[in-house]
């Protein structure tokens, strides 16, 4: 196995990404395989070392009037996480999307006390904000401003083509796993839309993440896509693909057989 694989797929077993087959499999190469074991204990020990440092700070351009108003929010807020991601990054999560619901009501100077009209419009620019923050920050370099954005969305009471097309883009190409599996959560909610469940299905033969793939093929037998059953016999056929990619797609296409 290429060492690049070897080391995204030791770094998704430390963070707690894997399941099933695909954990076992890591766990069988640790225990018997002097190089999985070398890099492994580099970096569990590299992990250690990044979740006893210093809490991820808000954005220096937020005003520092806000930075207490923040710390409260960070402490009372409802926790959202996405699915199979590590327990380690909640706070990372819930700092990311308090700053940007913080960034859309400084914007727009949020009112309470305005008349109906009032309200109506400024939900209005409200979620037109927020959807222009979300875009924009998930060309942001740092992934964890990426995984506020997808949070941020989880105030949007619908997801229109624009957000779909650029989670759609950010499931299939982001660089890292933790930012493709929050979208595809994301997309996961709106999955009776047809375009969105056409993209899922579409994610199928371009998604190169392992872990990402597993997930994948999980929710399109929960949601019983039959369509999804010829993308997964290529992923069956295509032995580039690891034993355990296959062996789910096998299930899944059983599954939906």
Do not use: C
């Not at 006390?113 to 924009?136: C, H, P, S, W, Y």
């Not at 994301?186 to 999955?191: D, N, Q, T, W």
């Not at 056929?237 to 789910?248: I, L, Q």
Request: aromatic share 6%.
């Amino acid at each position: 196995m290429e060492e690049s694989k070897m080391t995204e797929l030791i770094n998704d077993y430390i963070d707690g990404y894997l399941s099933g087959e695909l954990k076992v499999y890591v766990e069988k190469h640790i225990e018997e395989d002097k190089e999985w074991k070398a890099t492994y204990e580099k970096y569990a020990e590299l992990n250690e070392l990044m979740n006893n440092d210093k809490e991820l700070e808000a954005p220096a351009s937020l005003r520092k009037d806000f930075q207490q108003f923040l710390d409260h929010e960070i402490e009372n807020q409802t926790k959202v996480v996405p699915m199979n991601v590590g327990l380690n990054n909640k706070r990372r999560y819930q700092i990311a999307a308090a700053v940007a619901i913080l960034a859309v009501g400084y914007i727009l100077g949020i009112s309470m006390n305005k008349g109906n009209t009032d309200e109506i419009d400024q939900l209005r620019n409200e979620m037109a904000a927020t959807k222009a923050l979300v875009l924009n920050s998930l060309d942001d370099q740092s992934a964890s401003s990426r995984l506020g954005a997808v949070n941020a969305s989880y105030s949007m009471e619908a997801m229109d083509d624009d957000i779909v097309q650029a989670f759609v883009k950010t499931l299939n190409t982001d660089e890292n796993i933790n930012v493709r599996l929050a979208a595809l959560e994301a997309l996961s909610r709106y999955a009776d839309k047809e375009n969105v469940r056409k993209a899922l299905i579409e994610s199928l033969s371009t998604q190169d993440k392992p872990a990402v793939q597993i997930v994948l093929i999980n929710l399109l037998v929960q949601l019983k896509e039959k369509r999804a059953i010829e993308p997964l016999k290529k992923l069956t056929e295509d032995e580039e693909n690891m034993e355990a990619v296959r062996d789910e797609a096998n299930y899944g296409i059983f599954k939906l057989s």
